[in-house]
């Protein structure tokens, strides 16, 4: 199993900036692939990013150009750095990990935009 475990969420004016840190921790190795989610209040889990074990990187068009996800190996840390925020990106982030046999998510962190 991995454990996620995201930091980095918080109150931020529109126009601001935030990095989201995705901690994980156990069968790391096996984790083939990494995504970050959103869910906004009444809202559907949304996918923002991803990157592979391979450094391949995917974005939602929405947030391409604004959001970019990375990782450091040597702190098993993978990382959201949003910039120009908007109230619209409220919402609590998610990682999310796929070891090939099963997936597994972090509790999520919270993202407040105010306009």
């Known amino acids: 199993h991995v454990q996620l475990v995201e930091s980095g969420g918080g109150l931020v004016q529109a126009g601001g900036s935030l990095r989201l840190s995705c901690a994980a921790s156990g069968d790391v190795f096996r984790i083939n692939y990494m995504g970050w989610y959103r869910q906004a209040p009444g809202k559907r889990r949304e996918f923002l990013a991803s990157i592979t074990t391979g450094g391949t990187t995917n974005y939602w068009d929405s947030v391409k150009g604004r959001f970019t996800i990375s990782r450091d190996n040597a702190k098993n840390t993978w990382y959201l750095q949003m910039n120009s925020l908007k109230p619209e990106d409220t919402a609590v982030y998610y990682c999310?990990?796929?070891?090939?046999?099963?997936?597994?998510w972090g509790q999520g962190t919270q993202v407040t935009v105010s306009s």
């Open positions: 999310r990990s796929d070891e090939g046999y099963r997936e597994d």
